[in-house]
């Protein structure tokens, strides 16, 4: 009995220590990173709306048609932007305000703000760092170390 609670106290202390460093230092995150400094403002017209349900960026992408080119917007995940209960649709006009990264080998803008229509609905997707909003519905792991 002695032999498996202490097998138990190390197991929960190593598993504590490793997360203590937090899940990117085991695993690489291969999400682009949102930088303030690369920040772009996209006006144009929603060309069309989609879904990617699996991979490194799961979530809901606009593509703006802008007078001079094609842009891929990723908004965030999906359950996220359901919550707002805006409907986007093409031919919507859109202004967005974004960090300009490369995904894939493709640019992408992650979106930080987002005005859509004349309607004068304004979504705030991140915070001025780029952090996003959505992060408070993510599981978080339960603490095993004091």
């Known amino acids: ?67 001079t080119a094609d842009v891929e917007l990723y908004l965030g995940p ?5 919550m707002f209960d805006v409907h986007f649709k093409s031919g919507d006009d859109i202004r967005a305000t974004g960090s300009k990264v490369k995904f894939e080998n493709k640019d992408l803008v992650l979106a930080r703000e987002l005005e859509v229509g004349k309607s004068l609905i304004t979504l705030t997707l991140r915070d001025a760092k780029g952090t996003p909003q959505w992060l408070w519905m993510t599981k978080r792991p339960v603490p095993t170390s004091i």
Request: aromatic share 10%; proline share 4%; no cysteine.
């Open 1 to 67: 009995m002695i032999r498996i609670g202490s097998s138990l106290f190390a197991l929960l202390f190593a598993f504590g220590a490793s997360s203590a460093f937090g899940d990117d230092t085991a695993i690489p995150s291969s999400d682009p990173s949102y930088n303030p400094k690369t920040e772009i403002e996209v006006v144009g017209v929603i060309g069309g709306v989609h879904e990617i349900s699996s991979g490194a960026l799961v979530g809901v992408y606009l593509t703006v048609k802008t007078r």
């Open 78 to 82: 999906s359950e996220f932007i359901k």
